[in-house]
């Protein structure tokens, strides 16, 4: 029986690699005061692939605490997510795979000013 308990967890570990690999994958604009699309919208308990593009000259983060809090994020992503925020450096881009829960959720800048400014969005996820 022990033999076999290692042998389960390296054939699941490919099938855990495909579902990252066949996510369906959506970009999201981040500029200094906005995010496009202005609202996202996933469906529930299917991997996807989220790529967050930095136009803009300084660096941006994507807060959007409830969603990620809830989601199953990809083990090497998980580290990227810092406090319900994603930091994007300036003219680059991150990309994170995970898998949402159904809600309804804000996003926006992380900085008060972005946010003030119109930096925000929502996330959809049915």
């Not at 199953?72 to 990227?80: F, K, Q, S």
Request: glycine residues 6%; positive net charge; hydrophobic residues 45%.
């Amino acid at each position: 029986m022990r033999i076999l308990f290692p042998l389960a967890l390296l054939l699941a570990t490919p099938a855990a690699a495909q579902e990252w690999r066949m996510a369906a994958e959506y970009d999201v604009q981040l500029s200094t005061y906005d995010i496009r699309p202005g609202e996202i919208r996933l469906k529930a308990d299917e991997p996807v692939r989220l790529r967050f593009v930095n136009n803009s000259n300084q660096g941006l983060s994507f807060a959007a605490d409830s969603f990620f809090r809830s989601a199953r994020l990809r083990r090497r992503d998980a580290a990227l997510v810092r406090d319900g925020s994603l930091e994007v450096p300036p003219l680059s881009t991150r990309t994170i795979a995970l898998v949402p829960r159904a809600g309804r959720y804000r996003a926006a800048g992380a900085n008060l000013l972005h946010r003030l400014l119109g930096m925000s969005g929502r996330i959809i996820v049915e």
